[in-house]
């Protein structure tokens, strides 16, 4: 007996095509009439958070998987660190001026370092080990741009905010996101690391630290090498010492991380933490 041809089952962008090419009407005009899925005032209501919240994470999830990005390194750091050379922006006097100069040799230790990274991600099929960053200027071109110079791909993931940028021209277009929710982003940012080098930076890269951190020293998260790049500015912002002392951390909290001062040493805390090959740069 012949098995009976199934119909090709319609899509979804077919449907919303087909709704907007419905004829003009009060019914059709109104919001109920339309798809869910494709209605933005009730996508974007409050009452649909959650499902914006699993949105964020897997389109993401579902693109990296397709990439068959298993791991990856990620770089943390200030948006307001210039290239050498180049004007310091952000800075809203001469002492910030004079300090972001001195600290834009920060934004070449990131670009190493991302060098390095993706190297040894070049060696294994760009399948482990790829830079990720926060899309951004400053250490986050850095390390986007670090990738590109060796000819790998690497992730940006932006966030939208009032005054934020478009996405660093380094960042690889097919991995590139966009999110709306912090706590979403946050996730992509830790699921796949194999390491975390933090740069000197502002809030965003403070919160980022002590939120790596505290997910190792609870357990909810496995040991992986967290770098702090600049001993001298970490010595001038947080007393580490000071919190074993008070006792508000353990005596060997302090080993969850490591500080280094360039991207060879901070590489090499990684490498000999996986027993990963030298990669020498070009």
């Not at 119909?7 to 009060?26: W, Y």
């Not at 993401?60 to 200030?78: D, K, M, Q």
């Not at 912002?237 to 008070?246: C, P, Q, T, V």
């Amino acid at each position: 007996m012949a098995k009976r041809r199934q119909t090709p089952l319609r899509t979804s962008l077919e449907d919303v095509k087909a709704i907007k090419a419905a004829p003009h009407t009060p019914q059709t005009a109104s919001s109920t009439f339309k798809l869910a899925f494709s209605d933005e005032e009730f996508m974007t209501s409050e009452d649909i958070r959650g499902v914006r919240f699993q949105l964020e994470y897997l389109k993401p999830e579902f693109r990296l998987r397709e990439a068959g990005i298993n791991s990856t390194v990620v770089l943390f750091g200030g948006a307001r660190i210039p290239e050498p050379g180049k004007d310091a922006w952000a800075a809203r006097n001469e002492t910030q001026k004079r300090n972001l100069e001195i600290a834009s040799r920060y934004y070449t230790e990131a670009r190493l370092f991302a060098q390095y990274a993706s190297l040894t991600a070049k060696a294994l099929a760009f399948k482990e080990y790829v830079v990720v960053t926060g899309g951004g200027p400053g250490v986050m071109e850095a390390g986007n741009r670090g990738a590109s110079e060796v000819g790998a791909p690497s992730i940006g993931l932006n966030i939208v905010l009032p005054h934020e940028q478009a996405p660093n021209a380094y960042v690889t277009p097919e991995l590139c996101f966009n999110f709306h929710y912090f706590a979403t982003r946050k996730i992509h940012f830790l699921l796949r690391a194999k390491a975390v080098a933090i740069f000197p930076g502002g809030f965003g890269t403070l919160d980022e630290f002590f939120e790596t951190i505290t997910l190792i020293q609870t357990g909810r998260m496995k040991r992986i090498p967290v770098l702090l790049f600049g001993t001298e500015f970490w010595r001038k912002i947080i007393n580490f010492d000071a919190l074993a002392e008070a006792g508000t951390i353990g005596p060997d909290d302090t080993k969850l991380f490591s500080v280094v001062d360039d991207a060879a040493d901070g590489w090499e805390v990684v490498r000999e933490f996986y027993g990963l090959p030298v990669v020498e740069l070009g």
